[in-house]
């Protein structure tokens, strides 16, 4: 008898080589070293200046360090859905999360485009649930959801029918390519031409709506229960709307929307809060073992993404290898050459394929496949054990201590119990009649005295949660996937102008510098849990994003400090060490460069995120910093600011110029900018220096160079609108300039 043919497999792990960047990698690596010894051996000859930049100097060799370990061992992986019937008869269910939280910044447009796109993928409907969380407690989302439904009844097997491959409505029809695939056939332009028809009107309706004043909105009938309604004071609201009730394969799946319960007077955790709501609601509805959680402006660009997932979860050896699968952020209608520095193309293709190669990428809290015993706090040693829960944390799932970790409600412990032990699906249930039981859950109340948070679910503590939710998981053992098929598994629109950039710039460094400085710190996971010592060093490089800025600022204000003083921090051009220096300059250039130039991008691609990098480091994680500082003083609490989703790109074709606001967020960037101005002068006007250890030409052309990185603000200055500084952050920075300027004077006159 033959042997019997195995089944393909699902996936590929293809470790990557880039022989030229791992030497430069090196060589830079090699070069800073040398740097710091050549510092060293020379530090009893200067001054203040050269110790300072020993200092910054011995911080970028360690966070090239960090860069370095997270880099060195690239991989990708290839999915192929097509295997998945003879890998799997069933496809598993998938519960669909979808946050917003405030329908002005998120307007309800984008977010039922998100909707739509998922209720259209190429997954058997009857498999998929959606659930939308609306912590803005808003009419009009509700309005635009239930609006959405009826528009997908037809969209969903318009796309299945002629493949389309974008399912974001808004998307589709804006494209020029969207009639050629299917141009000769007539039925097609005649459905085309009525689903755009359609498109429109829900476009309208939404958008008049939304326009409308509060007064005008009728709030009667299914819109009654937010009739009264206080956005941070109002009781939960769970609306089905729509029932797949006969579990058909060709009509919509599940839709939920739900706002939780919150009190003005009681933590509601934003983001992290409201998707341990969605994980609750959803375990006691549909119980899938899977959980997809996306962003509202993150539409499904590739029908397909929910397969490829499968592809790594249900492949994985003993389910250990992915804990969770990330798919990376990318963006759509982005601007030409980048001029914000936040598509994140060259991160990552180098540095998320590095991760990739330790114990896997970090949670990015959006386009994330998660298995719902992990979010539950399951470890992966424990897998097969049906008698008891996967971890110790639970004890026997009968025991009455249950409620200590997952809350009062005897139906959710149920459909825990069911999640934890591997065990299917509890069965079809009529959803009105759960409603009763969801709102409990969804109580604010319902946390207090549970695990939720700090064992369970989504993790508080931070303004980034999902980083350390995903740091958990790691910490317990399990092991993550970055998934990047072609074309990109979600798209959405990245902040365009300086303040939405630098608003959401911040949240990060201030969200991060909390997991840092926290109790679940790497650090401490690494030595007490089970995450891997480079996996380690990996987190450290993304959570020491805050702490970048202090040298950072310290080195770009470094030029001009020698300038003014008449001290120096660079050998001279005609001393032998100035090869150091020049060396490590051009590797950098050369190595990142080549990076941009591989991945397809250009040039000016490079400079501008170049350019940006110091920018957000020296202003938005500077703040991100001083927040988290005075939070640990315990002077102030960081506050969780939600990023503008939505922009007009109509600016007259200006929408790559970086704009301003009165925010003191700009004043650490333009005082350096003054301060550089203000050296240049004094450099020019005293060139050649009196002294033979003063500032010379090297400080001169640091200086030239940070000018050039700060120039958006350099425009700023002479601008006017939003293009120009506003005068106020124009005073600030002038007053600190004079005041540093006159200190460094006072200071070196005393020491001479």
């Known amino acids: 008898m033959a042997n019997a043919i195995p089944p393909p497999n699902l996936y590929d792990k293809v470790a990557l080589k880039y022989p030229i960047h791992r030497t430069f990698d090196v060589t830079i690596f090699v070069l800073l070293i040398s740097l710091l010894i050549y510092r060293l051996l020379y530090l009893s000859n200067h001054g203040f200046a050269w110790l300072l930049a020993l200092l910054c100097e011995s911080c970028f060799t360690f966070i090239w360090v960090l860069t370095l370990s997270t880099k060195w061992n690239p991989v990708e992986y290839k999915t192929y859905p097509e295997h998945l019937s003879q890998k799997a008869q069933e496809l598993p269910p998938v519960d669909i999360f979808v946050t917003t939280a405030d329908p002005v910044l998120e307007p309800p447009i984008l977010t039922a485009n998100t909707v739509i796109s998922l209720l259209a993928v190429d997954y058997p409907v009857d498999k998929l649930a959606c659930y939308v969380s609306d912590d803005g407690c808003s009419s009009i989302t509700y309005y635009s959801l239930v609006e959405a439904s009826k528009f997908a009844k037809l969209w969903v097997p318009f796309c299945k029918k002629y493949n389309i491959q974008s399912r974001a409505p808004f998307r589709y029809f804006s494209s020029e390519l969207s009639l050629i695939s299917n141009c000769n056939s007539l039925e097609f332009q005649q459905e085309y031409n009525m689903m755009k028809d359609e498109y429109e009107e829900l476009a309208s309706k939404i958008e008049s709506v939304a326009n409308e004043k509060s007064t005008e909105w009728d709030l009667s009938g299914d819109f009654a229960a937010f009739s009264n309604i206080e956005r941070k004071n109002h009781p939960a609201i769970i609306k089905v709307i729509w029932e797949n009730k006969a579990g058909l394969s060709d009509v919509l799946p599940h839709l939920v929307y739900i706002s939780r319960e919150k009190r003005s007077k009681h933590p509601h955790h934003y983001k992290a809060g409201a998707m341990n709501v969605l994980t609750r609601v959803s375990g006691l509805i549909s119980n899938a073992p899977f959980m997809l959680n996306v962003d509202c402006d993150m539409f499904v660009n590739n029908p397909e993404t929910l397969r490829h997932a499968m592809c790594l979860l249900l492949d994985s050896k003993n389910e250990r290898e992915s804990g969770f699968v990330q798919f990376p952020q990318y963006f759509y209608d982005g601007l030409k050459d980048d001029p914000f520095g936040n598509q994140f193309v060259i991160l990552h293709k180098y540095i998320g394929s590095g991760i990739n190669g330790v114990q896997g990428p970090f949670y990015g809290g959006t386009g994330c496949f998660h298995r719902r015993k992990v979010i539950y706090g399951s470890c992966p040693d424990d897998i097969g054990d049906q008698a008891r829960s996967l971890t110790p944390l639970y004890g026997d799932l009968t025991d009455r201590g249950q409620p200590k970790i997952f809350g009062n409600s005897k139906d959710f412990i149920r459909s825990a119990a069911y999640a934890l032990q591997g065990k299917a699906n509890i069965g079809p249930k009529d959803l009105p009649n759960l409603i009763e039981a969801a709102h409990q859950v969804a109580g604010y109340g319902y946390e207090h005295g549970t695990s939720w948070g700090t064992e369970v679910g989504w993790q508080y503590g931070s303004a980034t949660e999902d980083v350390l939710t995903g740091l958990m998981i790691h910490a317990r053992g399990w092991r993550s996937v970055l998934c990047t098929p072609d074309p990109h598994a979600f798209l959405g629109c990245a902040p365009s102008g300086g303040p939405i950039s630098m608003t959401q710039q911040k949240r990060w460094a201030t969200g991060l510098l909390e997991i840092l400085f926290g109790r679940k710190s790497p650090i401490i996971t690494t030595i007490t849990a089970k995450l891997q010592f480079r996996q380690c060093l990996a987190y450290l490089w993304i959570l020491i994003w805050g702490l970048r800025s202090i040298p950072e600022l310290c080195y770009g204000v470094l030029p001009a400090y020698c300038i003014v003083t008449n001290s120096s921090f660079l050998p001279k051009v005609n001393e032998p060490a100035i090869s150091i220096h020049v060396a490590l300059l051009l590797s950098y250039v050369i190595n990142t460069l080549l990076e941009y130039l591989e991945t397809g991008l250009s040039i000016r691609a490079w400079w501008n995120n170049q350019r940006m990098a110091r920018i957000n480091t020296m202003n938005a994680w500077l703040f991100g910093f001083i927040s988290v500082f005075l939070k640990i003083l315990g002077i102030s609490e960081t506050v969780f600011e939600v990023t503008q989703k939505y922009q007009s790109s109509n600016d007259g074709g200006d929408e790559g110029?970086?704009?301003?606001?009165?925010?003191?967020?700009?004043?650490?960037?333009?005082?350096?900018?003054?301060?550089?101005?203000?050296?240049?002068?004094?450099?020019?006007?005293?060139?050649?220096?009196?002294?033979?250890?003063?500032?010379?030409?090297?400080?001169?052309?640091?200086?030239?160079?940070?000018?050039?990185?700060?120039?958006?603000?350099?425009?700023?200055?002479?601008?006017?609108?939003?293009?120009?500084?506003?005068?106020?952050?124009?005073?600030?920075?002038?007053l600190l300039a004079l005041s540093f300027v006159h200190l460094v004077r006072r200071t070196s006159k005393g020491q001479n």
């Open 657 to 734: 110029r970086f704009t301003f606001d009165a925010s003191p967020i700009f004043v650490p960037g333009t005082t350096v900018l003054l301060l550089q101005l203000w050296a240049l002068v004094v450099g020019f006007r005293d060139m050649p220096p009196s002294v033979n250890n003063g500032s010379g030409l090297g400080e001169i052309l640091c200086s030239i160079l940070v000018v050039t990185c700060l120039w958006p603000f350099m425009k700023g200055l002479l601008a006017k609108g939003k293009y120009g500084i506003p005068l106020s952050t124009i005073c600030k920075s002038a």
